[in-house]
């Protein structure tokens, strides 16, 4: 089976950017809400945990974008996924949220008031992100694996 790219979508060693960004989100996005849950809820961990959380969420955050983007161009070649297409953008607004929050949790740690909200904020778009990314990955993996016995 040979994989035809259309010209106008990115590549990666001739490979098309979307099926390997999502990878990218299938690990950072769990594993950055992992570490902030844990840096949130363990403060003995929170030296080790939030910093390393906070830059994995911003990068799942940025990696949800460019597959959402070059998920885009792909349909353009290979169809619509419509499930997939359904949990994606949630996957972006999830995740980015959540690094949103992780940094202004960061930063704002030393308040009472904004280290609970943010806190809370965190853990919740957390959940949401880590639901959202599994559901993404799961409808994606059906659309291009599903009909192969």
């Given at each position: 089976m040979t994989l035809v790219t259309p010209p106008e979508?990115?590549?990666?060693?001739?490979?098309?950017l979307h099926p390997l960004v999502v990878h990218a989100v299938i690990v950072l996005v769990p594993l950055a809400a992992l570490l902030l849950?844990?840096?949130?809820?363990?403060?003995r961990l929170r030296a080790v945990c939030g910093p390393l959380g906070v830059i994995l969420a911003v990068a799942?955050?940025?990696s949800a974008v460019?597959?959402?983007?070059?998920?885009?161009?792909?349909?353009?070649?290979?169809?619509?996924?419509?499930?997939?297409?359904?949990w994606g953008l949630p996957t972006v607004f999830s995740s980015s949220a959540m690094a949103l929050?992780?940094?202004?949790?960061?930063?704002l740690r030393g308040r009472r008031l904004p280290r609970l909200l943010f806190g809370t904020l965190t853990?919740?778009?957390?959940i949401a992100a880590v639901t959202f990314t599994i559901l993404a990955g799961h409808s994606g993996?059906?659309?291009?694996?599903?009909?192969?016995?």
């Open positions: 979508a990115p590549v990666i060693f001739d490979l098309p849950v844990l840096a949130i809820c363990v403060p799942g955050a940025i460019v597959a959402d983007q070059s998920g885009s161009i792909l349909t353009e070649y290979v169809g619509t996924p419509e499930e997939h297409i359904r929050s992780s940094l202004l949790w960061f930063f853990i919740l778009s957390g993996a059906e659309a291009v694996w599903g009909g192969l016995s």
